[in-house]
């Protein structure tokens, strides 16, 4: 796995993450876990319940209290909820972002594949936690949470620091021609589409590059591009080391992303 300038890896009490750089400058404390011996977050895949013993381990990994994890129920959704108080996993049905400017509370989403963001407004101290898979980028998910830190916490878009986590990238992410179309139809706004879909290798794939799209859409939000902080590790490139659901199957794990203020 190639660690780039934004990234640490690091390994405590046999957890293995990921850290970026901007966010330990700035004292906030997260972790996007890569494969860890005996590590499970969720009992199976999305649909599984949370493990709160899982949890305690990652979170004592960063010296955080692992009783105040926020997982929200992941649906795909274009959702973002702003959090005030420690939820448990089932009250939070179809919500993919989370948003809070509280201490002492943990928002944590998981993926095997799918694009996890974290959000950081170091002015008016705002993190948010976003899940966007294909789908939640169709729909336009980190859009969303990017204008509900404006609205509710009053954030400047240009003082908002975003961190892309691994996740299935452009080299590996075939599509069918219908995604693919349904993607050039719903961006053909952006000048650019072509550089971010496109014929695949084998006859009759596509490929999507959604961490550019999703880029694209931050700037034209006002997200200063040296603001976006990206690890580049393509989950699947990687599967020795990340969880992908398209490498391991339909008994796959998942990884989680935590932050907390
Ligand atoms: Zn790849």
């Known amino acids: 796995m190639n660690i780039n300038k934004n990234i640490v890896k690091k390994e405590k009490n046999g957890i293995n993450y990921i850290q970026f750089k901007p966010l ?28 709160k013993e899982g949890y305690k381990r990652v979170c004592s990994a960063i010296e955080l209290n692992g009783e105040n994890v926020v997982l929200p129920k992941l649906h795909h959704t274009e959702n973002v909820k702003c959090i005030d108080k420690v939820y448990e996993h089932e009250e939070l049905e179809d919500i993919d972002g989370l948003i809070t400017n509280k201490k002492d509370i943990i928002l944590a989403t998981t993926n095997a594949d ?20 294909w789908r939640g980028s ?28 691994p996740s299935i990238r452009k080299c590996c992410f075939e599509v069918d021609e219908d995604v693919k179309n349904m993607f050039t139809q719903k961006f053909s706004f952006l000048s650019n589409i072509d550089n971010f879909v496109g014929k695949g290798e084998k006859q009759g794939k596509f490929y999507i590059d959604t961490v550019g799209i999703n880029n694209e859409l931050l700037k034209k939000k006002g997200i200063k591009e040296k603001n976006i902080y990206d690890c580049e590790i393509c989950s699947f490139c990687n599967k020795e080391e990340v969880h992908s659901f398209r490498a391991e199957g339909k008994n796959f794990r998942v990884a989680t992303a935590i932050i907390s203020l």
Do not use: F, W
């Open 24 to 51: 330990l400058d700035l004292n906030i404390k997260h972790a996007y876990t890569l494969k860890s011996d005996n590590l499970i977050v969720k009992t199976t895949g999305y649909a599984g319940t949370i493990n």
């Open 114 to 133: 799918c694009i996890l963001y974290l959000l950081y407004d170091p002015i008016k101290k705002v993190i948010g936690n976003v899940h966007s898979g």
């Open 138 to 165: 169709y729909k336009r998910i980190i859009e969303n949470a990017v204008d509900k830190m404006i609205s509710e916490y009053q954030s400047n878009s240009e003082d908002i620091i975003i961190c892309i986590c």
